[in-house]
């Protein structure tokens, strides 16, 4: 057990829906990272928060939004989605958000858009 | 951050020492060497990581050749339970860098009874 949460674990909607991903940190862990795993794709990085701002954003379509709140939890939104968005969704946590960090992955939720 | 490359499949009977290479050619000094994996769409999982000198912990070891363009990940005694793909990833640690990882396609390593 890695320390970071996510919810939910599976999620399976239709095309041209919204849905929010949500991951809570370890305890102590400034930073949040946001990954995408499809089968075509692999491991792709999307986006990080730290304490709440923005610092890095990857591949992320304009579709897609997040956010960390002031607990430090953070929310992966996806919206208009679309059969190409199937895919696991794993949130990562570090201490500071630096590249010395170790980043500690969550279960991830598999997301299943029909 | 500096590209790696890892052979796709591996084959490991289970007590013996499991060693995944890793070719990173191009590293750069200020770069380090991570090894995460991933069991079965398990969120990935860390290793193991270094700089130049040799790393063990209760998981694995971590051999980085003097030059520092390969590397090997050392599992000592291989269970059913480390069959996984195993990611090499080199992290730039200069200041612009904000930590996030880029995975390639990784090894996937089968521990055979």
């Known amino acids: 057990d890695s320390g970071v949460t996510q919810t939910p674990k599976h999620l399976i909607t239709a095309t041209g829906q919204r849905v929010t991903l949500r991951c809570s940190p370890r305890?102590?862990?400034?930073?949040v990272y946001w990954y995408q795993q499809s089968l075509d794709q692999g491991l792709q990085f999307l986006i990080q928060?730290?304490?709440?701002?923005?610092?890095a954003k990857g591949n992320i379509l304009e579709r897609f939004s997040a956010q960390q709140f002031p607990d430090l939890h953070s929310e992966l939104n996806l919206s208009s989605l679309e059969l190409g968005d199937s895919a696991l969704y794993f949130c990562?946590?570090?201490?500071?958000?630096?590249?010395?960090?170790?980043?500690?992955f969550g279960p991830g939720t598999r997301l299943t858009v029909l | 951050d500096a590209k790696t490359t890892q052979p796709p499949s591996m084959d490991c009977a289970e007590g013996r020492a499991a060693n995944l290479p890793c070719n990173h050619s191009?590293?750069?000094?200020?770069?380090?060497v991570y090894w995460y994996r991933q069991i079965h769409s398990q969120g990935p999982q860390y290793i193991i990581h270094?700089?130049?000198n040799n790393e063990t912990n209760e998981m694995a070891s971590l051999i980085i050749t003097e030059d520092r363009k390969s590397s090997t990940l050392i599992l000592p005694h291989a269970t059913l339970r480390d069959t996984a793909v195993y990611y090499c990833?080199?992290?730039?640690?200069?200041?612009?860098?904000?930590?996030?990882?880029?995975f390639g396609q990784g090894t996937t390593l089968q521990v055979k009874p």
């Open positions: 990562a946590s570090s201490v500071n958000g630096i590249s010395t960090d170790t980043q500690y």
């Open positions: 305890s102590g862990d400034l930073s």
């Open positions: 928060y730290y304490n709440g701002e923005e610092r």
């Open positions: 191009t590293i750069s000094g200020n770069e380090y």
């Open positions: 270094g700089l130049k």
């Open positions: 990833i080199v992290r730039y640690t200069g200041s612009s860098n904000t930590g996030k990882l880029i």
